[in-house]
């Protein structure tokens, strides 16, 4: 018998060309038309304010959409953890950040491994740190050699996460750094995630404020002891716009616009920022209807529900709860209610673990209602924790 990913795939892959309506459900499904205007307008928008673009694949975690994302001029992508970077490197990406910290010898082995092999693909690896102990660990992963990767200190600026906790810790970090041949000191890490969902603009504006006030201060600090940070580096889907005008970072690393979840939705609209479309969905049907509630037949194993219950797509429903398989729903309106078998599409609340929930999303053209199924992309780095 087949493995369930091998035999999944075959199931989809007979879907290609066909209508959108024989998409078996639960199915992640990407339209993939309101995704590609998503990634021109951030394309178009990081080119005219003069800043790099290199999204989040924490979130898709797909090689085929890194490609496109870089060839709309990204000038690479970032990823969270070592596997992820190594699952993406195998599949033909050859530009990649790694925004967070690694700490253990045996992991930096196969981050040093991936920058040399990267380099000689004619590509780069970069990675965050935020302590003397991880920079000491990854000199030594790389043991010899010039210029091997490009490293990033990483300043907290308000989400009270990773990264040095003030400004003057920066240049310790820095120097150690530049102490290191192997290692090239980058630039910094400046990325506040609360402030991506925080509600209304002038919290988001705010927030922003600490944020470059705390780069100035590091870049000051730093470039007052002879060394420099060449690239200030952060932003995400919900502030993106604050970062490009600010006048110290230079690239972005926004994620969740190609997408847009229900929870991103919930922001209030940033008139300097342009606004994207939903263009992922769990395509789902309904399963049982009773009086004043319909269940659909996707449930916690199809959508993540940490940043909020999913939102259906035009319609007037809204969830009310969710488990394992299933997801309730009533109505909003005096409308009736769904049929049973009737399709609905469900808006995840947040894409990043959705998405890691598949091994495949399928990729749609012509609208969710008329269109039909022309690709599958891969989710090659799912479950690439380590
Ligand atoms: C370090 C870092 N940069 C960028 C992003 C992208 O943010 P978003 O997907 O909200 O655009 C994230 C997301 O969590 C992140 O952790």
């Not at 975690?61 to 490609?67: F, Q, V």
């Not at 195998?90 to 700490?103: R, T």
């Not at 940033?270 to 509630?293: C, I, R, T, Y």
Request: with cysteine; charged share 20%; proline share 4%.
């Amino acid at each position: 018998m087949k493995s369930a990913p091998e035999h999944l795939h075959a199931r989809l892959h007979s879907l290609i060309g066909q209508s959108v309506a024989t998409i078996d459900t639960p199915a992640l499904v990407v339209d993939l038309d309101a995704m590609e205007r998503n990634l021109q307008k951030m394309a178009d928008y990081a080119k005219a304010h003069g800043v790099k673009l290199r999204p989040h694949a924490k979130m898709h975690k797909s090689a085929a959409l890194s490609l496109r994302q870089m060839q709309a001029g990204a000038v690479g992508m970032c990823v969270q953890k070592t596997s992820e970077a190594e699952a993406l490197a195998a599949a033909g990406v050859h530009n990649l950040y790694i925004s967070n910290e690694v700490i253990a010898p045996p992991k930096l082995q196969r981050v040093a491994a991936l920058a040399r092999n990267l380099q000689a693909r004619g590509g780069r690896l970069a990675i965050a740190v935020d302590s003397l102990l991880g920079i000491e660990h990854l000199a030594q992963a790389m043991d010899s050699g010039a210029n091997l990767i490009d490293v990033f200190v990483e300043l907290d600026v308000g989400q009270k996460r990773c990264g040095v906790a003030e400004p003057a810790d920066v240049l310790p970090l820095a120097q150690a750094i530049a102490s290191h041949p192997s290692l090239r000191l980058a630039g910094l890490q400046a990325y506040n995630g609360r402030a991506q969902h925080l509600r209304t603009v002038a919290e988001r504006r705010a927030a922003l404020d600490e944020v470059i006030a705390r780069v100035q201060e590091a870049r000051r600090i730093v470039e007052a002891a002879g060394l420099s940070l060449p690239l200030v580096t952060g932003a995400g889907s919900g502030t993106f716009g604050l970062e490009a005008s600010s006048g110290v970072f230079g690239e972005l690393q926004a994620g969740s616009y190609l997408f847009m979840d229900a929870d991103y939705a919930r922001n209030e609209a940033d008139p300097a920022q342009p606004a994207f479309e939903h263009a992922l969905f769990v395509k789902s049907q309904v399963m049982s209807v009773s009086p004043g509630h319909v269940v659909v037949d996707a449930g916690h194993k199809s959508h993540a529900i940490e940043s909020g219950l999913p939102r259906v797509h035009g319609e007037a429903l809204e969830a009310t709860g969710c488990s394992d398989e299933h997801t309730t729903l009533r109505a909003t309106s005096s409308a009736p209610l769904p049929t049973l078998g009737a399709t609905l599409w469900l808006i995840p609340g947040h894409c990043d673990p959705t998405v890691n929930l598949h091994d495949w999303i399928v990729g749609v053209r012509g609208g969710l209602q008329a269109g039909s199924v022309t690709e599958l992309i891969r989710v090659d780095a799912r479950g690439c924790l380590d």
